[in-house]
Structure formats: structure tokens, C-alpha cells
């Protein structure tokens, strides 16, 4: 109910316009009319910006790009209807982490590890902001989810028909093609599930089974990704090439500015440990703990507890000793999370068992989200820029982390100049001028400042992002004319031309 009230706050992030042109132009390589025109081109398949995209899955382009249609047609804008989207499929999410902890305590220790999933701030931001690796998050979660009830079902059901057990392998498939076809670390839920599997020890044919689940996958992928039907390297090719996550972004990083490749090992665990609520690594540590005590005669349980383990651990360990590039926080390692809040739901229960009063526990949980709430509240629509109130909240990381990174601000500050500015004028946006254009005025005439500095005249405007510190380099004289910012940060601010 809150994201329905709230969704049309969100700006659009610098990645979405060209993502969300990809997912427009999919539609050419489904068209059968196209197959058989005697032109068929599939590049034309990948929009305006095929090199930089065609080599990310489009699965959730596909699934969503329908519903924004219809959005569309009942008057809602285009970013606003891919947002509510968003955010639905977040909430698909919240979903799986609560049905992946009720496998491992009750409903209500469940509800709670959820609760406090859903109310990260860091993560309610991206959930309405970024179509990329919230999806995957989304999926991956999902295929973890279904692929443990399928092995449960295979391995306690030894009754059934091939073709009803078939019934049971086929979702689960679908769900890791979906999330393959999103990013091609997708595979890591069949490798989960294989394990899982071979730890129940069952009869040698039910492994037969993982076989029709593979290929019911891989055909999936293939479905949903029209880049693999150029030929069968091209998921090896972008396996490597999205490993290697090649860029030279800049990130502001400890007061430093770094290139994403050159960062140092302390970054992914920095920004685990405060772009979360205070709370989460504590019951996410007794959870652990608890889970492999408490479960250690009970192969089943104790054997997820393991994999959830090693979910989070193995990616955060490879980013830590192979240092990849990285940059826009650490939302490329989004998936890593759900398992440290399924985890809660352990601590959870141990606490409810403790206290045994309702009312006492209820007000437990509460103070455990309050922290995330008031995040919520303070930051909003730029929740994914939260900190911690260890590092001083979002003001104690300004000018030495990164906040709006996304320049989700251009929206609130280019709406806000609207209502100031009635004459003609020129407003100069330093980087990525798309992001503010479909929120100015008429009046307003928005101009790319790359390469048209000699162009500014006086009187004119300049916004400017303090990602990496920039509007300290642009224009840093020029009178700030109105700033956009929450919590004691100021995210862009528009300057007039002295």
C-alpha cells in the first residue's frame, strides 16, 4: 500500500532510459512478420543501445514490458509505470525470503525476517529504481526457493508418476531460466540445488531428474535472450565478459576518488556493514550460529543453513580476492542479501521462544525495523543512498561515499525549477542530460554542458550531480540557485551562470 502511494516520487536513474528502450525494442525479434520479411536484422532487437546491452539478460524486460503498456494506456508516464512495476516484482521478493525462512522456523519468526528485509532502505530504493539486479535478486531467491521444494518433493515422494513429478521439476526450471536469462550468475541456484540434493542422499535415479530441470532451463534462456540466438558461445561470451565487468567509472570511496577497477579490498565489506541497518548483522550472526547448532541432527534443515551460508560467503569472497570492478555501491551483489535476512528469521524465533509474550515480542520487532522505517521516512525517494547511523547516517558519508550515484535528484530538482523559472531559459545538465529532460517545463530548454562549455553564457543554468564530487569541479563559483538533498546531503544542485 505505501509503494502505491509513493511510486511516482522516484526519478528516473541514468540507467534506465536506454534499458528501458532495450526492453521497447525485444519486441522486434518476437514478431513473426519480422522472421519471415526476407530482412530479418536482430540487432534490431537491442534499441539505441545495443552494444552496452544486448549482452544482459532482457528476461524481466520481457515479463514486464506488457504490464507497462497497459499502464500506459490508462494515462500513467512511462518511468512511473515501469517503477510501480519494479517494485511489484520487489515485493515478489519479500515473497520468497519469507517462504525460504518458514523451511526453517515459524510463520511469524518468518514474517519478521521478511519485515526486516522489506524495510532495508538501501534495498526500498532499489526496489523501484533499478531494473536490473533487484530482478535478479528477485529470481535468483525464487529458483533457490522452488529448487529446495522440488528436491523435498522428489526425494519424500517416491510414489508419483513421472509425469506428475515432471509438474514438479517444471516451475522451478522456468524460475532458473528466468533468472539466468537476467544474469548469467543464474546458475549458481542449479549449483545450490544440486548440493541440497546430493546431501539428502536419495535414490541414484531421482538425480536423473536434474536433467529434464537443466534443459527446461537452458531452453528458457535461450527463449528470453534473443543476443544467444546469434550463436552457442554467446553465453560464455557474456558469462566472461560480465565477470570481467569491465569499465573505468570513477567512485568516491574513504574521501578518495578510485577507478572501479582499482578499488580497494575493503569495499564490498564496508558497504555491507552500513549501507544495512544496524540490526541485521547481529541477528544475521545468531542466526547462523543458532541454525548450525540447533539443527545439527536434522540433515535437511542443517544442510540449507550451510547453503544460505554459502550463497552469501562465496561471491563476497570472490569479490574481496579478485577485486573486480565495481562501482553504484554494491548493487551488483544485491543477490548476496537474502540469505543473511533468511538467517534473522533464526535469531527471530530463538528471541520470540525467550520471551514467550506476544506483545513483548511484538514491540521487539518493531524496535529492530524502526531503524529502516525512519530511514525510509528521511531519505525518501533517495532511500537507496542510506548509511547507517555507524558511519554518521547519509551525512556522515557525504563527500566521502557516494549517495544519489544514480542522479535520481535530477526529477525533484528540474520540477523545482520549473515552478521558479516562467521565461524561456537554458538549463545546462553536466552528465547524462536524458535523465532530466522529461521533467522540464517547456520553457525550459535542456542542453548536454559536455562539449558545449564555450556555448554558456551568462544567466544561463548549470545542474550538477556531487556524485564523485563534481559540482565542486563544474561551475564552482556560480551561485547555487536551489540544491536538492536529504538527512544532511545534498545530492545535485542547479547554479546560475554569474
Excluded at 535523465?435 to 545542474?463: H, K, T, W
Aim: aromatic share 16%; hydrophobic share 50%; charged share 15%.
Amino acid at each position: 500500500m505505501i509503494g502505491l502511494f509513493v511510486f511516482r516520487d522516484y526519478g528516473l536513474t541514468w540507467d534506465e532510459p536506454l534499458f528501458y528502450k532495450y526492453g521497447d525494442a525485444l519486441g522486434y525479434a518476437y514478431t513473426p512478420a519480422n522472421w519471415f520479411s526476407g530482412h530479418f536484422d536482430l540487432n534490431q532487437s537491442y534499441g539505441p543501445s545495443g552494444d552496452d546491452h544486448k549482452n544482459r539478460g532482457p528476461a524481466y524486460l520481457l515479463l514486464a514490458r506488457e504490464p507497462v503498456y497497459l499502464l500506459n494506456a490508462v494515462g500513467l508516464d512511462t518511468p512511473s509505470a515501469w517503477h510501480l512495476l519494479n517494485f511489484l516484482a520487489f515485493l515478489l521478493g519479500v515473497y520468497f525470503v519469507d517462504q525460504l525462512a518458514e523451511r526453517l522456523v515459524q510463520p511469524w519468526a518468518a514474517a519478521s525476517a521478511a519485515a526486516l528485509f522489506a524495510f532495508q532502505p538501501m534495498l526500498w530504493g532499489h526496489a523501484f529504481i533499478n531494473p536490473k539486479d533487484m530482478p535478479f535478486l528477485v529470481f535468483l531467491t525464487g529458483s533457490i526457493w522452488l529448487g529446495f521444494r522440488m528436491v523435498d518433493h522428489l526425494v519424500e515422494v517416491d510414489s508419483e508418476t513421472p509425469v506428475r513429478r515432471f509438474r514438479h521439476v517444471l516451475v522451478p526450471a522456468l524460475m532458473l531460466g528466468l533468472a539466468t536469462a537476467n544474469r548469467v550468475l543464474g546458475p549458481l541456484a542449479a549449483l545450490i540445488i544440486a548440493a541440497y540434493m546430493l546431501v539428502q542422499r536419495p535414490r541414484a535415479r531421482l538425480f536423473l531428474w536434474l536433467v529434464p530441470y537443466a534443459l527446461i532451463s537452458v531452453l528458457v534462456v535461450y527463449a528470453t535472450w534473443p543476443y544467444l540466438w546469434e550463436g552457442p558461445t554467446r553465453f560464455v561470451d557474456a558469462f566472461r565478459f560480465m565477470s570481467e565487468n569491465p569499465t573505468v567509472l570513477p567512485v568516491l570511496f574513504g574521501g578518495q576518488v578510485y577507478r572501479a577497477y582499482d578499488l580497494p579490498r575493503r569495499y564490498l565489506p564496508f558497504l555491507l556493514f552500513f549501507t544495512l541497518t544496524e540490526f541485521v548483522w547481529l541477528l544475521g550472526a545468531l542466526g547462523s550460529a543458532l541454525g548450525l547448532y540447533q539443527f545439527r541432527s536434522d540433515r535437511r534443515r542443517l544442510s540449507q543453513v550451510i547453503l544460505l551460508m554459502l550463497w552469501f560467503a562465496v561471491p563476497a569472497a570472490y569479490v574481496i580476492l579478485r577485486r573486480p570492478p565495481m562501482y553504484d555501491g554494491m548493487r551488483h551483489f544485491l543477490f548476496i542479501l537474502p540469505p543473511v535476512f533468511v538467517l534473522t528469521g533464526i535469531a527471530f524465533e530463538f528471541i520470540f521462544r525467550r520471551i514467550r509474550r506476544p506483545a513483548v515480542n511484538a514491540a521487539v520487532v518493531a524496535v529492530i525495523l524502526l531503524p529502516g522505517l525512519i530511514g525510509i521516512a528521511r531519505l525518501h525517494p533517495y532511500e537507496y543512498a542510506y548509511y547507517n547511523s555507524l558511519l554518521g547516517g547519509t551525512a556522515g558519508a557525504f563527500r566521502r561515499y557516494e549517495t544519489d550515484y544514480w542522479l535520481t535528484c535530477y526529477k525533484e530538482a528540474v520540477e523545482t525549477f520549473d515552478r521558479e523559472e516562467s521565461g524561456p531559459v537554458k538549463l545546462y545538465v553536466h552528465r547524462e542530460p536524458e535523465v532530466a529532460q522529461p521533467y522540464a517545463a517547456p520553457n525550459i530548454a535542456v542542453l548536454d554542458e559536455r562539449g558545449a562549455r564555450s556555448q554558456i553564457a551568462s544567466g544561463d543554468f548549470i545542474l550538477v550531480n556531487t556524485r564523485t564530487n563534481e559540482d565542486r569541479q563544474t561551475f564552482h563559483d556560480a551561485p547555487v540557485l536551489l540544491s536538492v538533498g536529504r538527512a544532511g546531503a545534498t545530492f545535485c544542485e542547479i547554479k546560475r551562470i554569474p
